[in-house]
């Protein structure tokens, strides 16, 4: 079983940033992709960025040019940059990781709040 434990997550001000940990352990293997999904109240859990072992990452079109994720393949962990935020970034923010190959296994973290209000 693979564990993914998030930090980070908090209140903060419209145009303010905050940075997203996410530590993996486990049976996680280094070759994984790592990233972060998004469930806002009311709404559907969406992807917001995910990268691969070897860099690779995708965005969200909304958090493209705003949100930066990276990862480090040492310490297995995979942050998640997020600048110039907005109200509609509002969510419970998932830590995600995907075996790439089949099986594809998934696994989910705990979830970390983050609120984006004046």
């Known amino acids: 079983q693979v564990q993914l434990v998030e930090s980070g997550g908090g209140l903060v001000q419209p145009g303010g940033s905050l940075r997203l940990s996410c530590a993996a352990s486990?049976?996680?293997?280094?070759?994984?992709?790592l990233g972060w999904y998004r469930q806002a109240p009311g709404k559907q859990r969406e992807r917001v960025a995910i990268?691969?072992?070897?860099?690779?990452?995708d965005y969200e079109d909304s958090v493209k040019g705003r949100f930066t994720v990276s990862r480090d393949n040492v310490k297995n962990m995979v942050y998640l940059q997020m600048n110039s935020l907005k109200p509609e970034d509002t969510a419970v923010y998932y830590c995600?990781?995907?075996?790439?190959?089949?099986?594809?296994?998934?696994?989910w973290g705990q979830g970390t709040q983050v609120t984006v209000s004046s």
């Open positions: 995600y990781s995907r075996r790439p190959t089949p099986p594809t296994y998934e696994n």
């Open positions: 486990g049976s996680f293997y280094t070759f994984y992709d």
């Open positions: 990268m691969t072992f070897g860099g690779v990452a």
